[in-house]
């Protein structure tokens, strides 16, 4: 093109295609090209989309042409108009590996991740060493959580070109989600060593060391992303960490502020909606993950919708069993597996567990007893322990049990993968639609019977891959099936639960006024029940409402918690948690009775003050997520501890409160009345389930559904 000018090059195109000559037309269209996309990195995109535009025009089936008009549009942000013009290139030209690539890198943006790892792979079998590709790759594997995938097509990349500094940087993000946060953090400091404004690097290193625990140095090194211009990634990043460290109103603030600048964020939507939940305001967290939803549906946000919609007052059986089936029709309805399993009804059966809640959790407390008390004639248990972190409670149950998978980083092809492998019979899922659940994976129905638990989010899956949910005739009374799209087994207690050996003994009752407390997260308190706590102290002279929580902390949140219970005035104390729960054990010799939360109930919340010889009193409410402290209590033999409307519980307080006889007599005989009935009773919850699961096994055997020919 140094001889002529652009447009007697456009214009000798067409003469040598009108004088029948294609090929030195092609070979002017080429030169013309050339020059148009060296203008790309001069940021004059719209000059070369605008000579691209003139040639198209000539020679509109000139493949590249078409594939680089393609790349402006990307630049421009409008990838469904590039989609269209890149598959129009490959049409013409279907081995060119970075037409491939760009196709993928539209698809991917548009929110088509599967398709955009297949046209990477494309591009890679094309040129195995297109360190383009494989970067792309890379990161459409980490946006599917195929961290195990992406960490060998990187590890590739790094191999082949390890000057391409940002696919270090994902290397190290797959390798913190598959628990390797060593070898990512030494990835992200070599990168820094040699560049220390590299924005990603700094981001992706202090989500490390929010892994680590260490959150304070994460927080200091985000605050310095963002002052370098990080950007959203930054800024959201920072909120995320404040908010994991309960700094939820400062994280609420920058949420807010991307949004200002980033309407139709939906993943800032959903960091939002999060916050939005632990603080206490359900109803806006609804409305913005129902915003994010509406711009990408995710099955992750929408369960994280499933679990605080437990948070409203207005919720019904009907409305949260609807919402569950919706996230079934988006997310549930895919392939199912095949199995190999025999079909022997008589057999001793494969159970596996599957939780990310193996550790020193609130669940964790109930799992270690679930799975370790099984009559191994009857049952091999297989526990899939899905987190990154383990602690002495996990060693209890790894060593518990037959067999232990760790199968935190898997996707869920590989997850369903090894629990064919281990040729499960019965599964059964312990998290529902709380955090880290995996019900994606259970939708392809690794196993031929599917259970679930109330352990997580309280209520049903809305499954139809899901066949069983494990409840007890309290939580699940007669009648209440019609909010479960699963068959109900009433099992002796939910869950059984397993005390900690270094909790103390039961305190003496304390002297003085009343103090009450709720010791469960402050955002299941709803408005109508701080209204009834007024009603009780305004009976109880001198009494004090004690809250305590980790969320409670005057360091953190402790001025929006103020403002939340300020009607109840000089009456209420706030504390938070800190060194956690076994520092904190001595507030049960302060306590005279325990309050449960409302309108979504609390679990361990309820338990261990029972354990502690402090009574507990509930409101009883229509659906599962309303019913925990009607079945523990009901469990402890304290049945008239649980109120059936609010006037009811205002004078069940009130008059426990002033019961000092009976408060003494419960401080020495809860403990015990609590370990010798069915709450503790693991061997007998066992039992039961493996009756439940027999049964199961033994229905399947008689349809045969999935099993291979």
């Known amino acids: 093109m140094s001889d002529i000018t652009i447009d007697q090059a456009l214009t000798m195109t067409g003469e040598r295609l009108l004088a029948g000559d294609p090929a030195a037309a092609e070979g002017l269209a080429a030169g013309v090209v050339g020059f148009a996309v060296s203008l790309i990195p001069q940021g004059r995109v719209a000059d070369c989309e605008a000579i691209l535009e003139r040639l198209r025009a000539i020679l509109p089936t000139n493949a590249a042409t078409l594939l680089y008009l393609?790349?402006?549009?990307?630049?421009?942000?409008?990838?469904?108009?590039?989609?269209?013009?890149?598959?129009?290139?490959?049409?013409?030209?279907?081995?060119?590996?970075?037409?491939?690539?760009?196709?993928g890198v539209s698809l991917l943006a548009l929110g088509d991740t599967d398709q955009?790892?297949?046209c990477f792979r494309r591009a890679i079998r094309r040129d195995g060493a297109n360190p383009h590709a494989l970067n792309n790759l890379g990161a459409a594997l980490l946006k599917r959580c195929d961290w195990e995938g992406a960490c060998a097509v990187l590890a590739r990349l790094v191999d082949l070109a390890p000057d391409v500094v940002e696919g270090r940087v994902n290397l190290a993000l797959a390798l913190l989600r598959?628990?390797?946060?060593g070898r990512a953090a030494a990835l992200c400091e070599a990168v820094l060593a040699a560049d220390a404004a590299n924005v990603d690097a700094l981001v992706c290193l202090a989500n490390v060391r929010k892994t680590q625990g260490r959150t304070a140095e994460a927080t200091e090194m985000l605050r310095r992303a963002v002052a370098m211009g990080g950007g959203t990634q930054a800024a959201n990043t920072l909120a995320t960490v404040l908010q994991s460290d309960g700094r939820?109103?400062?994280?609420?603030?920058?949420?807010?502020?991307?949004?200002?600048?980033?309407?139709?964020?939906?993943?800032v939507l959903s960091n939002l909606g999060n916050a939005l939940a632990n603080l206490g305001m359900a109803a806006e967290a609804v409305e913005a993950y129902r915003a994010s939803l509406r711009l990408?549906?995710?099955a992750r946000v929408h369960g994280n919708l499933l679990f605080v919609l437990h948070y409203l007052a207005d919720a019904t059986a009907a409305s949260l069993l609807a919402e569950a089936c919706r996230w079934d029709d988006a997310h549930g309805r895919v392939p199912r597996c095949m199995y190999l399993n025999r079909g022997d009804p008589g057999r001793r059966l494969?159970?596996?567990?599957?939780s990310p809640d193996f550790r020193r959790h609130a669940a964790g407390f109930f799992l270690l007893p679930m799975v370790t008390a099984h009559d191994p004639s009857v049952v091999e248990v297989f526990c899939y322990h899905d987190h990154p972190q383990s602690d002495d409670l996990t060693d209890l149950a790894r060593r518990g049990v037959e067999h232990w998978r760790s199968v935190s980083g898997l996707d869920d092809g590989r997850l369903v993968g090894q629990i064919q492998a281990d040729g499960i019979d019965v599964l059964v899922e312990c998290a529902g639609h709380s955090a880290g659940g995996r019900l994606s994976a259970l939708a392809r129905k690794p196993a031929p019977v599917q259970v679930t638990t109330l352990l997580g989010h309280g209520g049903t899956t809305g499954m139809a891959a899901v066949d069983c949910i494990l409840a007890d005739r309290l939580l699940i009374p007669e009648g209440a099936e019609d909010g479960f799209c699963e068959d109900v087994a009433r099992l002796p207690v939910f869950a059984p639960f397993r005390p900690d050996p270094a909790w103390p003994q039961p305190f003496p009752l304390a002297d003085g006024p009343p103090l009450l407390a709720c010791l469960g997260n402050p955002a299941r308190v709803g408005d109508a029940l701080i209204d009834l706590w007024g009603r009780i102290l305004d009976r109880l002279p001198g009494a004090r409402l004690l809250l305590k929580h980790g969320n409670l902390a005057?360091?953190?949140?402790?001025?929006?918690?103020?403002?939340?219970?300020?009607r109840l005035g000089g009456r209420v104390i706030l504390e938070g948690?800190?060194?956690g729960w076994d520092a904190n054990m001595d507030v049960y010799g302060r306590i005279t009775v325990a309050l449960d939360t409302f309108p979504a109930h609390g679990a361990s919340s309820t338990l261990i003050p029972l354990w502690m010889g402090v009574p507990v009193v509930t409101l009883a409410g229509g659906h599962s997520g309303q019913r925990f402290g009607v079945s523990i209590l009901g469990a402890a033999g304290l049945a008239d501890l649980v109120a059936s409307n609010p006037e009811e519980y205002v004078d069940k307080v009130v008059d426990l409160a002033q019961n000092r006889l009976r408060l003494a007599a419960l401080r020495t005989s809860l403990r015990d009345r609590l370990a010798s009935g069915p709450a503790c009773d693991a061997r007998g919850f066992a039992r039961a389930a493996e009756s439940t699961y027999v049964s199961l096994w033994r229905r399947w055997c008689e349809t045969g559904d999935g099993m291979a020919d």
Do not use: K, M
Request: charged share 25%.
């Open 116 to 118: 955009a790892v297949d």
């Open 350 to 354: 494969r159970i596996g567990y599957l």
């Open 577 to 579: 948690l800190a060194g």
């Open 248 to 267: 939820l109103g400062e994280a609420l603030d920058i949420y807010r502020s991307i949004l200002a600048d980033e309407p139709d964020n939906a993943g």
């Open 296 to 298: 990408a549906p995710d």
């Open 178 to 181: 598959t628990g390797e946060s």
């Open 554 to 566: 005057e360091t953190q949140d402790g001025g929006h918690w103020r403002s939340r219970f300020s």
């Open 70 to 103: 393609g790349a402006c549009r990307q630049a421009r942000g409008d990838h469904a108009a590039a989609e269209a013009l890149i598959r129009r290139s490959l049409v013409l030209a279907p081995d060119r590996a970075d037409g491939w690539t760009n196709l």
